[in-house]
């Protein structure tokens, strides 16, 4: 059974930084490309990083240069570290995890359960 654990929000003041992480289990890791979305009240989820099982990355273009996605597959685990926080970034952030079925277009996704950041001063 696929388990996305994330940990790491909380309330921080404006400019500043906090570190998501996220467990992940039931899976091979290391075959997995992995993801931050987040949602923010009365808005749609939206992309907010993503790193391949190769290590290639992508950000969504209000975080780029002020988050950073990493993984350590000895740990099973994916980060995101936010800088430079802003009010803006005030969301639910959910790990998402997805691979492609071998031989189709299809894939196999997974998220978290989401945990609350809030930039507030």
């Known amino acids: 059974q696929v388990q996305l654990v994330e940990s790491g929000g909380g309330l921080v003041q404006p400019g500043g930084s906090l570190k998501l992480s996220c467990a992940a289990s039931?899976?091979?890791?290391?075959?997995?490309?992995m993801g931050w979305y987040r949602q923010a009240p009365g808005k749609e989820r939206e992309l907010v990083a993503f790193i391949t099982s190769g290590g290639g990355s992508n950000y969504g273009d209000s975080v780029k240069g002020r988050f950073t996605i990493s993984r350590d597959s000895a740990k099973d685990t994916v980060y995101l570290q936010m800088d430079s926080l802003e009010p803006e970034d005030t969301a639910v952030y959910y790990c998402h995890a997805q691979r492609k079925i071998s031989g189709t277009t299809g894939t196999v996704t997974s998220w978290g359960q989401g945990t609350q950041v809030t930039v507030s001063s």
């Open positions: 039931g899976i091979i890791f290391s075959i997995y490309d």
